[in-house]
């Protein structure tokens, strides 16, 4: 396997039956892994820098294969989902919710998984619209964004119920 494949790919998970929930779930495992020993910074700047360097190389690959869906590109749903876990588990930290870590990044895992699907307003002009690496990846930033929103939303929500 190329270096190109196996990072545009997330390490193979662009070819699972199900490439989407099999990325988000690797990137939240390997989040979490990054969050506890190196730290909340870390894996911004990864996530960051994962991004940027996506933008490029999914630009390589669709000169490359201009016919394909690139259904297998998996990296900007990796990117997106460490947004999502980020907010979310930012919020988290702050509350007195049992287990709030965990139901956290439950959250944000399930509210990225739905805005990366239903691609809704501005996601989905983006991911249309913008041709290239940039509609694929700046809709799944965005899908993180929105996610980790919604899954701080969710988690002060029970913290105020519970």
């Not at 490029?56 to 294969?65: G, L």
């Not at 588990?89 to 919710?97: N, V």
Request: one cysteine or more.
């Amino acid at each position: 396997m190329k270096m190109q494949t196996l990072f545009l790919g997330f390490l193979g998970t662009g070819t699972s039956a199900k490439p989407l929930f099999t990325a988000s779930v690797l990137a939240a495992l390997s989040g979490i892994i990054i969050i506890r020993y190196l730290g909340m910074e870390t894996l911004f700047m990864l996530s960051f820098a994962t991004a940027v360097i996506a933008l490029f190389e999914v630009n390589k690959y669709i000169a490359k294969h201009p016919d394909s869906d690139c259904e297998e590109i998996t990296i900007d749903d990796a990117a997106g989902m460490w947004m999502s876990m980020m907010i979310t588990l930012s919020t988290a930290a702050t509350l007195t919710l049992p287990y709030g870590m965990w139901i956290g990044l439950m959250t944000a895992l399930g509210a990225f998984v739905l805005f990366q699907q239903w691609k809704p307003s501005t996601i989905g002009w983006m991911h249309r619209t913008l041709r290239g690496g940039w509609g694929i990846v700046l809709s799944s930033l965005l899908s993180g964004i929105a996610g980790g929103l919604l899954g701080a939303v969710v988690l002060m929500g029970l913290n105020r119920v519970l």
